[in-house]
Structure formats: C-alpha cells, structure tokens
C-alpha cells in the first residue's frame, strides 16, 4: 500500500521560507516521478513542481517564478519542496503525489497516488 506524508507546513510571514518534505513508502521510489500540487480556498488543485524519478530534471508551475526548488532523495524515499519569498496568495494545502510514470507531469491525472497534504499560511 502507498502512503505519502507530507510534513513542513505552518504560519510563516511574507518573504519567509518553508521546506515541505513527503516521506514515501510501498512504492519503488526511484521509478517514480514526483510532485506537488496546491489548493486554496475555493479554488482547484493547481501544479506546482515535479521532479522526474531519477531526480535529473523538473519543472515548475508559472506562478514560481524561481522562488521553489523540488527535490528528492531517493535514499531517504522522500521529495522536498523548498519555499522561499513566499506571498500570502501562497497561501493553500500543499500535497504531494506519486506519478504513474518515471517522467515528469503537470497533469493531475498523471499521478495515481496523494498525501493528506500539509496547510501552508502566509501572513501579510
């Protein structure tokens, strides 16, 4: 069975930093290409970064503009979303998904397998 835990989040005041981890087990880790999506309030689960199962390439949703970095170690079974200048419309449940697949996906559909997610608030 396939659980991914998300820890990390919390209150955290604009122009700070929150590093997200997602501990995964019963999956072959390394075969599988990793994400984080968001929700906010009201509105629909959006991409935010996913990093390919070998860890060698990723890509990132419009919005971060270089503020995220993704990033996994397979070792440890665990992916990272690092948070930096962070804004209040940051501000959502982040989870993190198992992708079907070793290559990298910004489609929801693509990933087969979700954590509870963990709430990330910024305060203006």
């Known amino acids: 069975q396939v659980q991914l835990v998300e820890s990390g989040g919390g209150l955290v005041q604009a122009g700070g930093s929150v590093r997200l981890s997602c501990a995964a087990s019963?999956?072959?880790?390394?075969?599988?290409?990793m994400g984080w999506f968001r929700q906010a309030p009201g509105k629909e689960r959006e991409f935010v970064a996913t990093?390919?199962?070998?860890?060698?390439?990723?890509y990132y949703g419009d919005f971060v503009k270089g503020r995220f970095t993704i990033s996994r170690d397979n070792a440890k079974n665990t992916v990272y979303l690092q948070m930096n200048s962070l804004k209040p419309e940051d501000t959502a449940v982040y989870f993190c998904?198992?992708?079907?697949?070793?290559?990298?996906?910004?489609?929801?559909?693509?990933?087969?397998?979700w954590g509870q997610g963990t709430q990330v608030t910024v305060s203006s």
């Open positions: 990093i390919s199962g070998s860890g060698l390439s990723a």
């Open positions: 019963g999956l072959t880790f390394s075969t599988n290409a």
């Open positions: 998904a198992a992708s079907r697949t070793p290559g990298w996906s910004t489609r929801i559909s693509s990933y087969g397998n």
